[in-house]
């Protein structure tokens, strides 16, 4: 079964990649970030045309990384301390510290089909600082999201930036609580 359309989005995860010093990677346990509404990547890359016999002769296009922004409901604390660097004070305030190091993260979210759901991984993020409206209420409750701009630059190694699982797929079940690394097919 293939989906024609693809539309919606829930089961928002976030977890830290590490690796160690032979490039070996360990994917650390998944979060779930509830309140998703959207993410908009934009895959960049570049076009290199090679000149001769006064005709394009060769040409290539590189792929790069995906940059967008999540979008949720509201980033909660835990979410920002994880990922974001937040510093919880004695006082019970949650603080955002300039220049605080990030962890390298994945990102993992499912869409509806029309036929079915199908489940995204994406390897080698980094993440900006949230952004969010405040404003006063008119006529009625206007709900204000939260905002994060994203880079995922993928594995190095492997190459690997996304995976997308069709319901079926062995990697689709269990994604969310086992998340691969990634890691391309033995030859």
Known sequence: ???????????LYVGIMTRNAQGVVTMGTPYKQAGAVGYSPEGSGENYTFYADNKAY?????TGAYEGDLVVARFDDEFKKQFLGYVQLDDGGLAEVKGA????V???FEVQGDE???????????LGIPTREYATIEDGVE???????????GDNATGITKVNYKQGDA???????????PTLPSE
Do not use: C, D, H, W
Not at 1 to 11: D, T, W, Y
């Open 1 to 11: 079964m293939a989906n024609k359309v693809l539309f919606g989005m829930s089961e």
């Open 101 to 104: 190091t990030k962890p390298e």
């Open 116 to 126: 079915a759901p199908e489940r995204v991984i994406y390897y080698g993020g980094s």
């Open 171 to 181: 990697g689709y079940a269990t994604l969310f609580t086992n998340p691969p690394a």
């Open 106 to 108: 994945y990102l993992m």
């Open 58 to 62: 060769y040409s290539s296009y590189t």
């Open 143 to 153: 709900v204000q999201t939260e905002s994060l701009g994203t880079t995922f630059v």
